[in-house]
């Protein structure tokens, strides 16, 4: 094995389950405002390319971790919400990659 100076990958932990992994085996997740005023709704977007600016939290690509992550209500101090949040995006999002990843996703 070489152990030579080869950069590791930032490490990031999951908001679900609470391991810690390589950011780039896990999700960024970060709320996006919706419409404007009093009809602005925050919607949890996946931010597979982390490109998207503001606070992000990390979740591994899992129904279980986002599951714990919900039931916890972690992504609001994560993520630092102020009201409610919309996770229908995120969870659909997160539904159909895995099923891509099973292979199982094809049927339409
Ligand atoms: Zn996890």
């Not at 972690?74 to 919400?81: D, H, K, Y």
């Amino acid at each position: 094995m070489n152990d030579r100076a080869a950069p590791r990958p930032p490490m990031r932990t999951c908001v679900g389950c609470r391991a810690r992994a390589s950011r780039f085996d896990l999700l960024r997740v970060v709320a996006v405002e919706n419409g404007t005023g009093p009809e602005t709704a925050v919607v949890l977007t996946p931010d597979r390319r982390a490109r998207l600016p503001g606070r992000g939290a990390y979740l591994h690509l899992d129904l279980r971790c986002l599951d714990l992550a919900e039931r916890r209500r972690v992504f609001r101090r994560a993520l630092r919400l102020p009201g409610p949040f919309d996770m229908s995006v995120l969870r659909q999002w997160v539904e159909q990659q895995v099923a891509v990843d099973r292979g199982t996703g094809g049927g339409d």
